[in-house]
């Protein structure tokens, strides 16, 4: 069951990156597998390739090996050409600005290899717009650093707002912790049949934003009587 945001208690925004900041599918997944596709007709490895099916992605690109009965040195090749990932096509979504102009804590939370995730970031300049950076191997690994982010930061879950791509990791793991998840669609990604329900989806992150700054004067509006609380106490 989900409920409406309370876009005013929100401090802390939890971000992800693939798919949801830039576009991972288009100009990095899909430039992969047509380089891989090429790598094995130069070999002459044509009937091999017509076993290899486009996918979403390095997970879908390792299923396609395993299924497409290759041998280990096709296989071995195949990775060595996916991974000598071009990050300089990497490119933001034009809404993605606007959400990060947002005067809020934002923490990025993203699955992949620490130091391609590291190329990317760098190359998409925005590493200044968060005041962490959590890379995670697995997407398991995700419901766990959720959990710290908010032990660590002393927050409770409706203070924080958890926004990705992906609706079996992060939003998944940020409903069955009760904080506030967005779940982002972009074209042409696949978002398969769940039982999880996000608390909002969206197509474009100026909705995130616009909600964000409208719930701002109301923010601070709680900040200011908590002070005024504070200070009554202090004279007694």
């Not at 009965?69 to 090749?77: G, K």
């Not at 398991?140 to 958890?162: C, G, M, S, T, Y």
């Not at 779940?183 to 909705?207: E, F, Q, T, Y």
């Amino acid at each position: 069951m989900t409920r409406p945001i309370a876009w005013h208690r929100i401090h802390v925004l939890i971000i992800d990156l693939d798919n949801t900041l830039c576009d991972t599918l288009h100009t990095l997944s899909h430039v992969q597998w047509r380089r891989v596709e090429s790598a094995f007709k130069r070999k002459g490895w044509t009937r091999e390739m017509v076993a290899l099916h486009a996918g979403f992605g390095k997970h879908s690109f390792l299923h396609s090996l395993k299924s497409a009965r290759l041998t280990p040195t096709q296989i071995r090749f195949a990775i060595r050409v996916y991974d000598a990932v071009d990050v300089t096509k990497l490119t933001l979504f034009p809404d993605a600005g606007s959400l990060l102009a947002v005067p809020l804590s934002k923490i990025l939370l993203s699955r992949g290899e620490p130091s391609l995730q590291r190329k990317k970031i760098k190359h998409l300049k925005i590493r200044s717009q968060f005041s962490e950076v959590r890379i995670v191997p697995t997407f398991e690994r995700k419901h766990a650093v959720l959990q710290d982010i908010l032990a660590e930061h002393n927050l409770h879950p409706k203070e924080a707002l958890v926004i990705g791509d992906r609706i079996e990791e992060e939003i998944a793991d940020a409903r069955s912790l009760g904080i506030p998840a967005v779940l982002v669609r972009r074209p042409d990604w696949p978002v398969g049949k769940s039982r999880v329900k996000p608390d909002m989806v969206v197509r474009d992150l100026h909705v995130i934003a616009r909600a964000l700054r409208g719930a701002s004067h109301a923010r601070v509006g709680l900040v200011k009587k908590k002070n005024i609380v504070t200070k009554k106490k202090n004279r007694h």
